[in-house]
């Protein structure tokens, strides 16, 4: 089964600009939650779709937005990009638990470098 | 307000010993807590998790011990290969909110080094 792939691996932009990337999850998985990873900060976690549905937010300004489509594959997109917007960001995958296990799959991230 | 700590940024370890990465969480309500590793230029990969009503998880050499009562989780990696280097990440979540809270909260990481 293929794992979680993110496009595109690496994007550098322009301060105010804005990105979107894209994940598409493990076959069969239809929960998809993002990840912003910083030097300083760590893992962090952006939000969570699931069918289509925005289920969790994290603690991110508005210019971070998403979505989900009907196949599950998820987008996220950045408006206005400011320097601090460098950062590799990885999307997660999640399938139905099995015997009340709920890990999550990481794809290899996009690193996203803003000038 | 960091939930979830590792407070060893680094750990060396002679190949075929143990290594023992620690994490400590703040938040009560955590009752499922997972451990990945990362290699540069990599996502995280799962390697094993435990829920809150269990002390004790392994997956042959990976065994992850949880005490609520410290609110103290312990990845224990036995025998420690070469291959095992690499940045390994605590995470927790809380799961008793409806089964739908699957937002990992990620301590800061501890960089395990195995020499030959």
């Known amino acids: 089964k293929a794992g979680v792939t993110q496009t595109p691996r690496y994007l550098i932009k322009t301060r105010g600009q804005q990105v979107t990337l894209s994940c598409s999850p493990i076959s069969g998985h239809r929960s998809v939650s993002w990840y912003q990873q910083t030097p300083g900060q760590g893992l962090q976690f952006l939000f969570e779709?699931?069918?289509?549905?925005?289920?969790n937010k994290g603690n991110f300004p508005g210019r971070f937005s998403g979505r989900q489509f009907s196949n599950s594959r998820s987008e996220m997109n950045v408006s206005t990009l400011e320097l601090g917007d460098s950062a590799l960001y990885l999307c997660a995958s999640m399938g139905p638990s099995v015997g009340a296990s709920y890990e999550q799959y990481f794809g290899p991230g996009t690193r996203l470098t803003v000038t | 307000d960091q939930q979830v700590k590792q407070n060893s940024p680094s750990l060396s370890v002679q190949e075929g010993r143990i290594s023992i990465l620690n994490c400590d969480y703040t938040n009560s309500m955590f009752d499922y807590f997972l451990w990945y590793k990362k290699y540069p230029a990599e996502g995280p990969t799962f390697l094993i998790s435990i829920s809150s009503i269990k002390d004790k998880n392994e997956d042959g050499r990976f065994t992850v011990f949880l005490n609520k009562s410290a609110k103290h989780l312990s990845l224990h990696i036995v025998p420690s290969q070469p291959g095992d280097s690499a940045v390994y990440f605590c995470?927790?979540?809380?799961?008793?909110?409806?089964?739908?809270?699957?937002?990992?909260?990620f301590g800061k990481g501890t960089l395990l080094t195995v020499n030959p």
């Open positions: 779709y699931f069918s289509e549905t925005q289920r």
């Open positions: 995470a927790a979540s809380r799961l008793n909110s409806g089964g739908s809270n699957y937002k990992l909260t």
